[in-house]
Structure formats: structure tokens, C-alpha cells
């Protein structure tokens, strides 16, 4: 590891002292949640005053000290950790500081829009697991964690197909910046489908499209992409990517196998039920099939809180116990970054008319440079 690293002598709190940097819609969520689970908002951050005055009202902290700089806000206050949710362009950025003090990040996703960007700040922080957890929700949330296990028990036989659905209901708010859909949105599925099926994809493929009747303050240059893959061992994929889905925020797994199909998130109304659905050959729901909620919440809330409340706590309460027990966290800057790679190289080939682009992974972050290098990923250095 080259920067900083945990705080290997420090004795963390059992109420965590968080500080918050990044204050809009989803920085706001994830301040709610951790003061519900009975810690501590000690700061507040934001480069822009208003977001982070508004923020401190909404959570009712009005007397936390309030920054403009992360940096500022690393070496003043003595934090057990800090949530990151600013612009994606400046995550990185603004994690380095407290990585640099040694404070545990929770960092939004991506680690930045810029894959460069991405692969400098892995090579300058290193791999190691106890410096950063990712805010991919989804690795937490139970159904899909449900989904995981019927797979691994070979319920559905060997994969043949798998099609991740993510749309949302609304375009994003003004103060939202996008480097683009695939970019943006589509790193949450993309992980999805490399966790759930543990296999890289060796051939990507993309378009991206302008669905009629949409109105966004944000121009992502597309309202609406497919992404395709395959893989090395024959698997073949698809990620659905929308802002448009006018009856609510949709989320969507078919894993279509040798032996039946796993359907997880039937759209059943928002917020609704999570059918995961196991069919057999038979044509027979399997008997390990199940129903969750989601969180059903009183005034204003964010699109995407009712279906990922319950995993945004989940995903907070596992980072809190990994950095009390020095415990590698789950999803990482490692695991982020090979997601990364991937809408990368599928943004470069809607760009690129749907061209097939070819890639691959490495686990050594300088030959997965090299790698992405010699795909044309990435600029020759
Ligand atoms: N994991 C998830 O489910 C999830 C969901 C949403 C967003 N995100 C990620 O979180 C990050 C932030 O997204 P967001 O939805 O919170 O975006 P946002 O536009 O609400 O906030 C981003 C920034 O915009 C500015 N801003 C926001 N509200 C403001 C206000 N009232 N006044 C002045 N400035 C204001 C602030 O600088 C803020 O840090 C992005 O990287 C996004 O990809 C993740």
C-alpha cells in the first residue's frame, strides 16, 4: 500500500463519530440512516455551502462544524469514519485525504468517471480491503443475496443467460453530473452481474437511445441503453438501462439456466413486493422461492430508497463491523474498479456505434492496466 492505511492503534468507538462529505440527495440518505442506527454525525462537507447548510437543517445537526475542503475536514475532526457521496467526478479525489489519515471511507460509486483517474488512485491507494467499502447497495440487499445462494446451489444448473434491469422513474436532479447512462447507472448492474456470476466478460457490445417524452435538467446524452456481453466460459448477458420507466423504479435479474430461471424484482408495483422466483424445468415454482418487501416510507424520500433501504443499512452496518473487527470490507475499490473497466469499455462502444469491444481482467492492477491499454480502454501512457 503506497497511501496512508487503517489506523492499525486506533480504538474505534462502538457510536461511530461519521463524517459526511457530499451532501445531496443520496449523502442525505446515508446521514439519515447511520443517525437511525444510533451514530454520530460530527461534520458535515460539501463545495457547495447551501448543500451542506441544508444538509446539517435536514438532519437535524445544525451545531456539526461544516467544510468545503475533505481535506479540511480529515485533519480537524476526529472521525471513526467518513461517508463520501459528492459528484462522481470528484470521489476519488475527495476520498484521498482521509485515506491518507487513515480514517475508513465509505465511498459512493464509481470510484470516478474517469478510468485513468480510477486506475491511478488504485495504484496510489494499493489493494488492500480495510481502506475503502463501495456503495454497491446490491451485494447487501437480501433478495439478491437470496438469489446468490440458489445459484451456488446449482439450483438452475449451469448459467446460460443473465439480464440485469435497472430504470429509474424519473430523470436525476439538476445538480446531478453524469459522464453518461452506461457510465452512471449501468456500474450497478454491471457488478451485479460479475458477483453473481463470477466470471468476467470477454466481449462487450452497447447502444444508447433517446426514449420519447422525457424532460431531464441533465443531458447524459441518452435516456436508454442495452448493453451486451458474453463471456469466456458462453455466458451471454444483457444490462437494460433507463431513466424512463413511468410506473417506478424498476429492478430486474433473470438468470435463465441449464436445469430452470431465477427472476428476481417481478416489477409488482412500487414500492412493492421483491419476488425471487425459482422456475424449474417443470415449469414449477420451486419451493425456495420467496417474497421481500421493500421499506415503505412516510413524506419525502429519494426513487430508489423504498426498494435499497433495507440494503443501504445493511451495507453500513457491515463496513461499521468490519472496521471495529479490522476486517476486510466486502466490495472494495478492487471490485469497483473491474466494474469500472466494464461500462467503460461498453460507453466507448455506443459511442463507437455498438462496436464489439474485447477486454478483459486481470488481478495485478498494473497488467489489468495493460490490458485495458492494449484493448484501447485506455490511453497508452
Ligand atoms: N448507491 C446508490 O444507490 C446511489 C443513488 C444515488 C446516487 N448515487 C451516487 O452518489 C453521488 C451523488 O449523487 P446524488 O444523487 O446525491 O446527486 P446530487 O446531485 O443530489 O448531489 C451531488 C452534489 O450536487 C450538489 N448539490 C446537491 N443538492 C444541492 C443543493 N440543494 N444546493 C447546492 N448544491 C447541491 C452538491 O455539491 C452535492 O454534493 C453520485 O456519485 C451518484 O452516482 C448512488
Known amino acids: 500500500m503506497v497511501l496512508g492505511g487503517f489506523r492499525k492503534d486506533a480504538t474505534v468507538s462502538r457510536i461511530f463519530r461519521y463524517g459526511l462529505h457530499g451532501a445531496g440527495r443520496i449523502g442525505r440518505v446515508h446521514g439519515q440512516i447511520v443517525k437511525d442506527q444510533g451514530h454520530v454525525i460530527a461534520a458535515i462537507g460539501d463545495e457547495a455551502r447551501a448543500a451542506a447548510e441544508e444538509a446539517a437543517q435536514a ?106 434491469i435497472l430504470r429509474d422513474q424519473y430523470p436525476p436532479p439538476p445538480t446531478y453530473t453524469s459522464r453518461g447512462l452506461i457510465i452512471d447507472m449501468g456500474i450497478h448492474v454491471a457488478d451485479e452481474a460479475l458477483w453473481l456470476l463470477g466470471e468476467y466478460p ?87 422461492s420467496k417474497v421481500f418487501e421493500m421499506t415503505y416510507l412516510d413524506g419525502d424520500y429519494a426513487e430508489f430508497q423504498p426498494r435499497f433501504h433495507t440494503a443501504y443499512q445493511r451495507a453500513h452496518s457491515a463496513f461499521r463491523d468490519a472496521v471495529a473487527a479490522q476486517r476486510p470490507f466486502a466490495v472494495t475499490q478492487n471490485e469497483v474498479l473491474s466494474a469500472q473497466v466494464f461500462v467503460e469499455a461498453a460507453h466507448l462502444s455506443a459511442l463507437d456505434g455498438g462496436r464489439i469491444y474485447r477486454f478483459g481482467h486481470a488481478d495485478d492492477v498494473s497488467d489489468f492496466r495493460r490490458l485495458c491499454v492494449d484493448n484501447r480502454l485506455l490511453p497508452e501512457t
Open 59 to 164: 438532519l437535524d445537526v445544525q451545531s456539526v462544524p461544516t467544510f468545503g475542503d475533505p481535506a479540511a475536514m480529515a485533519r480537524s475532526v476526529d472521525l471513526d469514519a467518513v461517508i463520501i457521496s459528492s459528484h462522481t467526478k470528484d470521489h476519488a479525489r475527495d476520498a484521498r485525504p482521509f485515506v491518507e489519515a487513515g480514517i475508513p471511507v465509505y465511498l459512493e460509486k464509481p470510484l470516478t468517471s474517469d478510468l485513468p483517474e480510477a486506475f491511478d488512485f488504485v495504484e496510489a491507494v494499493g489493494e488492500d480491503r480495510t481502506l475503502l467499502q463501495i456503495g454497491l447497495q446490491r451485494r447487501f440487499d437480501e433478495a439478491l443475496g437470496h438469489a446468490k445462494e440458489l445459484l451456488a446451489a446449482g439450483l438452475i444448473g449451469e448459467i446460460r443467460e443473465i439480464r440485469s
Open 202 to 288: 470477454d466481449e462487450v457490445w452497447a447502444r444508447v437511445f433517446e426514449a420519447r417524452g422525457y424532460d431531464s435538467p441533465v443531458d447524459e446524452g441518452g435516456n436508454t441503453a442495452f448493453v451486451g456481453f458474453t463471456t469466456k466460459s458462453g455466458t451471454i448477458g444483457r444490462l437494460d438501462l433507463s431513466r424512463t420507466h413511468a410506473s417506478g423504479y424498476n429492478n430486474e435479474t433473470y438468470i435463465i439456466g441449464t436445469a430452470g430461471t431465477l427472476h428476481v424484482g417481478r416489477f409488482s408495483g412500487y414500492p412493492g413486493p421483491i419476488p425471487v422466483e425459482l422456475w424449474t424445468n417443470k415449469g414449477e415454482l420451486h419451493d425456495s
